[in-house]
């Protein structure tokens, strides 16, 4: 076997702890582990098993990242809010925190924003409250206080953005835009839906899916201005869950077809491609949120404090060295 030395130039580096920020193709011996170590991407994805919610949710919002993220709204088990309704639970990475509830108690919201500055809007209470709620709240890390409401109250609609730049957008065709205090109504969706997911930011994001509707598959992609019509859904289905940065870069998960789903696609830009594990839990109505390629899915039909955390292809991966 050739010596690393005489493969690369340089010797094998010798720590007592693995390096904070290794690139990929280094390697090194942890003296701690006893053992040869590397730096490698991942080749496919995977869904591992992430903290259980401290309650039941189905229909709520997420928001955030994987290791910093929250999920606000409609702690249920079919739907109907429970004590305590319309609190937030924030995550580490590893378990979950209660938090304090929103000022109006609700289900099947929009959300956006991080863990610590997110948005809560829309939805309705139950039993159901006809017209849905056009309020909307924000969250500092520690409370929640009433702002600007939407121009349309409606519910099962998508949401994405931050707190001081979201876009709402679904149920009917309305696109609303909030600049942190003031709701705007902006262009259109091309095809009006409820249950559909919204990924990206204020200026570029993807929604998608829809129920119940026999538009299920499709995909818009928003500019900042205008709706587009791109490439539809591989699966149909709505009550979705999905995370992702921009209208170039977003993960779908879980879903009603009718029937759970546990299917999982990946959006490049121009199409869906059909990724690989799917969910370990199949079911609909739950929260996602992160990226691409780090994302988290929690909640939804049953079970309904599952949480599962989702690592891309190609996401750096720090291995042990064998000679196997």
């Known amino acids: 076997m050739a010596d690393y030395i005489n493969i690369l130039g340089q010797n094998v580096q010798v720590l007592s702890s693995d390096p904070a920020n290794p690139t990929q193709g280094q390697v090194w011996y942890n003296t701690t582990a006893n053992a040869l170590k590397g730096q490698a ?8 098993s992430g903290g259980t919610l401290n309650n039941n949710r189905n229909f709520s ?3 955030g990242t994987q290791t910093a993220g929250a999920i606000f709204g409609a702690p249920s088990t079919n739907g109907t809010t429970t004590a305590p309704a319309g609190s937030i639970e924030s995550y580490n990475g590893s378990s979950w925190t209660n938090g304090p509830n929103m000022v109006t108690k609700r289900t099947r919201l929009g959300g956006a924003g991080t863990q610590t500055s997110a948005l809560g809007f829309g939805g309705y209470s139950n039993p159901p409250n006809i017209p849905s709620h056009t309020s909307t709240e924000e969250y500092n890390g520690s409370s929640w ?3 600007g409401g939407l121009n349309t109250g409606r519910n099962s609609l998508g949401g994405c953005g931050i707190q001081t730049a979201a876009l709402a957008t679904g ?35 993807l929604a998608f899916g829809s129920w119940p509707s026999a538009s299920n598959t499709a995909t818009e992609s928003w500019n900042g201005t205008n709706w587009t019509t791109v490439s539809s859904l591989n699966t149909g289905r709505g009550l979705l869950g999905g995370s992702g940065s921009s209208n170039t870069s977003v993960l779908a998960f879980g879903g009603l077809i009718p029937g759970n789903s546990s299917s999982v696609e990946s959006w490049n830009g121009t199409s869906w491609a059909t990724a690989s594990p799917n969910l370990g839990s199949a079911r609909y109505g739950l929260s996602g949120f992160g990226t691409q390629s780090s994302a988290l899915a929690a909640g939804g ?18 291995v042990t060295i064998t000679t196997s």
Do not use: D, I, K
């Open 41 to 48: 991407a991942t080749t496919s994805g995977a869904w591992a």
């Open 61 to 63: 919002a997420g928001t």
């Open 145 to 147: 206080t009433s702002s």
């Open 171 to 205: 149920n009917t065709t309305a696109t609303e835009s909030y600049n942190g205090s003031v709701w705007t109504n902006v262009n259109l969706l091309n095809t009006g839906r409820a249950g559909l997911s919204a990924e990206g930011t204020q200026t570029s994001s």
């Open 301 to 318: 039909s049953s079970p309904h404090t599952t949480t599962e955390e989702w690592t891309g292809p190609g996401v750096p991966l720090t």
